[in-house]
Antibody
Framework: QLQLQESGSGLVKPSQTLSLSCAVS??????????WSWIRQPPGKGLEWIGY???????VFNPSFQSRVTLSVDRSNNQFSLMVSSVTAADTAVYYC????????????WGQGALVTVSS | DLQMTQSPSSLSASVGDRVSITCRAS??????LNWYQQQQGKAPKLLIY???ILQSGVPSRFSGSRSGADFTLTISSLQPEDFATYYC?????FGQGTKVEIK
């Protein structure tokens, strides 16, 4: 059974860089059928898709995030990562990693989520 | 920019009720519309993809349909575990969510 697990710093100071990783187990990150997404949810609010990355490193971003976000993939360790620079309190959210089916664009496996708080 | 307008934002219903949630796309998206359920404090769960295809393991009381630019998620007989928030999604856009509460 495919499982995804987020890890990273839960507290980030304003103006610094948020960094999270997502470890994939029970399956390979190397796939033409799937890409790997990051989605966030501010407290009490809805879902906001950040971007996704393919195993070969190609990326697609939500235009709202494109200038501040970096996605990377580590095929040897079966994981992918997110960095968001110049964070503010508005970046406080639960961050989810998820597997995205390439043709339909749906997300069929999700991590449990990681709360990141931006505060001094 | 594509807009996904989901309605209602909340509803109250009883166990056994038939419930429908609608998502309207501001432009043509063919059948590329997905539905998720999110229980409080948990990750979203895929229910329906491509407008009307039931994800493996999801109960058959959930169904999806499309009429033009309007997409509908229907729960035929609401169960206690169905009280949750539901989201539609196309590409990088999620609907605003519909919270289904106990009447």
């Amino acid at each position: 059974q495919l499982q995804l697990q987020e890890s990273g710093s839960g507290l980030v100071k304003p103006s610094q860089t948020l960094s999270l990783s997502c470890a994939v187990s029970g399956g390979s990150i190397t796939s033409r059928e799937y890409s790997w997404s990051w989605i966030r949810q501010p407290p009490g609010k809805g879902l906001e898709w950040i971007g996704y990355i393919y195993d070969v490193g190609n990326t697609v971003f939500n235009p709202s995030f494109q200038s501040r976000v970096t996605l990377s993939v580590d095929r040897s360790n079966n994981q992918f990562s997110l960095m968001v620079s110049s964070v503010t309190a508005a970046d406080t959210a639960v961050y989810y990693c998820a597997r995205r089916r390439s043709n339909y664009g749906y997300h069929d496996h999700w991590g449990q989520g990681a709360l990141v708080t931006v505060s001094s | 920019d594509l807009q996904m307008t989901q309605s209602p934002s909340s509803l109250s219903a009883s166990v056994g009720d038939r419930v429908s949630i609608t998502c309207r796309a501001s432009q043509s998206i063919s059948d590329y519309l997905n539905w998720y359920q999110q229980q409080q404090g948990k990750a979203p769960k895929l229910l329906i993809y491509a407008a009307n295809i039931l994800q493996s393991g999801v109960p058959s009381r959930f169904s999806g349909s499309r009429s033009g630019a309007d997409f509908t998620l229907t729960i035929s007989s609401l169960q206690p575990e169905d009280f949750a928030t539901y989201y539609c999604q196309h590409a990088w856009t999620f609907g605003q969510g519909t919270k289904v509460e106990i009447k």
